[in-house]
């Protein structure tokens, strides 16, 4: 394509420039080049090139199709903290309007009122939800949502101690993102003990002591099951001044125990299983707490206020708290953040409406254990391994390696999680539940 | 121009009311479920309260929020710092395709596509910065900051002075999440203030730097629009006193083709993809922070990176001496998608070009305004001082001229700054426009600057209010008519 976009020009098709007006505007400010307008001492100068091809409009389309293409076309059974529900086209189509879209973040409230009310009512259903008052307008994942939460911890927890406990059943990766977080304020993280796939409150209790900032546990789990001893873990926690942190989502937050009734002082979680298709693990960090601890939340908070002609409109608020202007002292260093895709889940959420959304939730619920006992049919598996109810997915014993099955699976177009050297991890949802037939049949086969 | 923005006023009973927008979703619209599950009794909740609406009412709220909202579709969006693109509709069509859409612990057999894209992304960005290895993780230039410090910790670990370097130097113009990236590591911030010309001065960098010196962050061109002409000198002081440097890429679209950050010896940088690669910013994200690094950090960069196998596979692999990871998962993929297609769409020319254009608005449009621009010469953004006027005040008043405005008081370098940043994609005739909003408001007294904004949905919202009395959701607004 030598470099030429469709319209013959060698430059960029989105800066609109004719020659005649780059001429004039060159006169304006006394320069004979653009090249004259950079101050760029010569030794420093880049003067090769990236050996990147220009291509038209069709032709990168194309070509990233052409990328994509090579992922296989597998049918799903996949969770483990990233989940799929079917997105309906309301919320592609609206979300997508431009001037959602391509709008920055809030800092003119006066001309950005749609988002601001947008992002307000994402608050409001969260708080409905999780029944705490405080929900954010968005952290980046459940991970980083949780790394935020034991740091709140240790800004309002009044004890000299340092330790973060965590259940036994937490993802290799969000313990990783959780001690990155907190190993610059000196934490510590430490595991405490699991029983069938709930948390052992025993373990629980002999682990804390009056140093610990925070409890987490999760409900569902990583492994699908749901806790039964929530209360416990929130009365535990609460004797020893430490903060209780749950993680969950939206979708199952509309029929489990509410956060607020088992004594979370924070919830987080990944809120994009409503509103955004599988996408490699991109999510919305749900961010909820009390509100004594308002003015340690970190990241943007939506407020309602009024204008000059008394109407009610809606503002970022407390933005004392953050990064542009409290610098090292901000609650966060977080700064762009998910907004969009929070406005995504509004959408769909508001969709669904509270019947909708409960129907979807107790759907996660018979699939799961639906499937479950099919497979504990099929010869050479056991389901699900823990003797709990379950939420979306579960885990499996296989006779024979794990891998081998998951690998001979995806040979027959299905993937699932191999999670241990004879544990397979299934998710099904109503997005994949269409293939169930189809996914016990493969089973039956390599199983 | 002049503009006057949607204001969709409640309307109940055929009466025509000034309120605000009354909107459908609310606390007025919720329904109340009881919960019946197939769960026990004391594993679940007893009730859900949400709004319950039907599509229609829905897609018309959303349709009239979006009206009540401003993007860069809708005008000039000239926020300095933010570098507001175009954000070509293509790469929303790349990023939504079916094969897009795949779950993260799939086999790198079945992901070979996703992985592709990704190593040609990490590919892209590494000949763009001049830097050796790129990790495509961090989910925003924040986080793309933390992944770097993180990198530069172990790395002054593994050279056995991590303890003994605890200090990062930044400069006091530098963005706030320079600060507070450096202090969640664990950092005492060196603040350097900046020299006369709105420069680093070198002496003060000479004194500031030494065996505590971790880390000396820095943008370039600087917040002013200001290329640090003695980079060279500064990575030396920075270098000679054992520490590394890093470059915040926030500016990166002053420089595309013109410098690479890695030819002027920064080690660590973050490219903002929703800033130079044009992904949307969608209301304040996602966006994606890539890392990158030259030769001898790669060992630490955040894990998996991707790289091609002898057979010409793509293998996901982990750092030798990774710091871990900075998202549950890889980062913002479709946002990386499309970054991907706008980079593959401009390919050198493109690139270069947008720079050009960048630096070429910025210098036309400061030349057409009065307010006076104390520091140059700049590149892609100029920081006007709205002198005796409040430049919040300007701000407020240029949105009645259908423009949105600069960023504001800052950097505080400039007083009442007015930080400016029209980016590559306005015609002359728009920058006309632009700068005569700038002139008409210059030209207006006080009492009309307070009195503004007239035209937008909204007239000047009380943030006092806001913040004393909070109301952050439906409940607290319930809680506010229950008083009344």
């Given amino acids: 394509m030598s470099g030429r976009n469709e319209r013959g020009e060698r430059g960029s098709p989105y800066a609109p420039h004719t020659a005649a007006e780059t001429e004039a505007m060159l006169d304006a400010v006394d320069a004979d080049d653009v090249t004259d307008l950079f101050d760029i001492p010569e030794s420093v100068a880049f003067d090769g090139d990236f050996g990147i091809e220009a291509r038209t409009e069709r032709d990168a389309e194309r070509h990233v199709w052409g990328l994509l293409s090579r992922n296989d076309d597998l049918t799903e059974f996949l969770g483990r903290g990233h989940y799929e529900h079917y997105v309906p086209s309301l919320v592609d189509h609206l979300s997508q309007r431009s001037e959602f879209l391509t709008s920055y973040t809030q800092y003119q409230p006066e001309i950005t009122q749609g988002f601001l009310q947008a992002l307000f009512e994402y608050q409001s259903m969260l708080v409905e939800l999780t029944g705490l008052e405080i929900v954010n307008a968005s952290m980046y994942d459940h991970a980083s949502a949780l790394a935020e939460a034991a740091l709140l911890a240790a800004r309002v927890r009044s004890t000299d101690g340092d330790r973060v406990l965590v259940p036994e059943y937490l993802l290799a990766e969000r313990r990783d993102i959780l001690e990155n977080y907190t190993d610059g304020a000196g934490l510590a993280v430490e595991t405490y003990g699991t029983d069938d796939g709930n948390v052992d409150v025993d373990a629980l209790a002999e682990a804390l002591d009056d140093d610990v900032l925070m409890v987490y546990a999760e409900n569902p789990t990583t492994r699908g099951t ?22 969950t989502d939206p979708v199952a937050l509309a029929v489990l125990q509410e956060p607020a009734s088992v004594g979370a002082d924070v919830v987080v979680g990944d809120a994009a299983a409503l509103g955004l298709p599988t996408a490699y693990g991109m999510g919305l960090g749900l961010f909820a707490t009390r509100e004594e601890f308002v003015r340690q939340v970190p990241g943007r908070l939506v407020g309602a206020s009024e204008d000059a002609a008394d109407r009610r409109t809606y503002t970022l608020t407390l933005q004392t708290r953050e990064q542009h202007i409290r610098r090292e002292r901000a609650t ?15 959408i769909h959420a508001a969709y669904l409406g509270p019947a ?19 497979l504990d049919d099929v010869s050479g598996l056991q389901a699900p391994v823990h003797d709990r109810h379950h939420f979306r997915e579960f885990v499996a014993h296989t006779d024979q390696p794990a891998a081998a099955i998951a690998s001979d699976l995806e040979a027959e177009g299905f993937a699932v999680h191999a999670v241990g050297e004879h544990e397979v991890q299934v998710c099904v949802t109503d997005a994949n539940e269409h293939a169930v037939d189809r996914l016990v049949a493969a089973f039956e086969e390599v199983a | 121009m002049r503009y006057d923005q949607a204001r969709w006023t409640h309307d109940k009973n055929g009466e025509s009311t000034d309120d605000q927008y009354e909107p459908l979703l609310s606390e007025k619209n919720t329904e109340e479920v009881e919960v019946e599950s197939p769960l026990p009794d004391e594993l679940t909740r007893d009730t859900v309260e949400l709004p319950g609406l039907s599509e229609p009412e829905l897609a018309r709220h959303y349709t009239r929020l979006s009206q ?3 993007g860069v579709d809708s005008g000039p969006y000239p926020l300095g710092s933010c570098t507001m693109k175009y ?18 612990d799939r086999s790198d057999r079945s992901l070979q ?12 960005l590494a000949r763009i910065g001049g830097m050796d290895a790129v990790s495509l993780q961090p989910p925003a230039g924040a986080a793309g900051e933390f992944a770097g410090i993180l990198v530069a910790k172990a790395y002054h670990e593994a050279e056995g002075d991590g303890e003994t370097r605890d200090e990062i130097i930044v400069p006091d113009s530098a963005h706030g999440t320079n600060f507070a990236s450096a202090a969640l590591a664990g950092y005492d911030v060196v603040e350097l203030p900046s020299g006369d010309d709105g420069r680093v001065d070198l002496e003060a960098l000479e004194a500031a730097a030494g065996d505590r010196t971790a880390l000396f962050m820095l943008t370039n061109p600087n917040t002013l629009g200001l290329f640090e002409r003695n980079i060279e000198e500064i990575a030396e002081i920075v270098h000679d006193a054992g520490g590394l440097l890093y ?13 690479r950050p890695g030819d002027m010896g920064f080690d660590i940088m973050h490219y903002n993809v929703h800033k130079t690669f044009a ?16 030769s001898d950090l790669a060992e630490f960069l955040p894990a998996p990176r991707v790289r091609e196998t002898d057979s010409g596979a793509y293998e996901r692999f982990d750092p030798e001496s990774t710091v871990g990871k900075v998202h549950g998962f890889e980062g913002n993929w479709l946002v990386l998608v499309k970054a991907y297609a706008y980079i593959a769409r401009l390919g050198d020319v493109g690139l270069e070009d947008a720079s050009a254009k960048a630096v070429l608005n910025a210098n036309y449009l400061a030349s057409q305004i009065e307010y006076e621009i104390p520091f140059g010469p700049f590149h892609h953004e100029f920081v006007a001082s709205a002198g005796d006027q409040d430049a919040a005040d300007v701000a407020k008043r240029m949105l009645d001229y259908g423009v949105h405005p600069p960023t504001t008081k800052w950097p505080e370098i400039v007083p009442e700054a007015l930080m400016t940043e029209p980016t590559e994609i306005e015609t002359k005739e728009t920058l006309d426009q632009l700068a005569a909003a700038f002139d008409a408001v210059h030209d207006e007294d006080d009492e009309t600057l307070s009195a503004a904004p007239e035209r937008t949905t909204a007239r000047r919202i009380d943030q006092t209010s806001a913040a004393r009395d909070l109301r952050l959701s439906w409940r607290a607004l319930g809680a506010d008519d229950s008083e009344e």
């Fill in chain 2, 247 to 259: 470059y915040d890429g926030a500016n990166l679209n002053a420089l595309l083709g013109q410098a």
């Fill in chain 2, 87 to 104: 954000n070509p509709k293509f790469t929303e069509d790349v990023a939504a395709l079916p094969s897009a859409a795949v779950h993260h």
């Fill in chain 2, 279 to 294: 992904t949307p910013h969608g209301g304040g994200g996602p966006g994606a922070g890539p890392v990158g690094v030259v």
């Fill in chain 1, 226 to 247: 749901i806790e039964e001893h929530l209360a416990d873990v929130g009365d535990l926690a609460d004797d020893h001044g430490a903060l209780f942190c749950l993680g």
């Fill in chain 2, 68 to 70: 009540m909202n401003y």
């Fill in chain 1, 332 to 346: 966060s260093n977080i700064c762009t953040n998910q907004a969009w895709v929070a406005l995504r889940t509004a």
């Fill in chain 1, 356 to 374: 909708g959304l409960v129907d979807l939730a107790n759907d996660c619920v018979t699939l799961a254990a639906d499937l479950a006992d099919r």
């Fill in chain 2, 113 to 124: 596509g996703t992985l592709a894209l990704m190593h040609g992304l990490q590919d892209y």
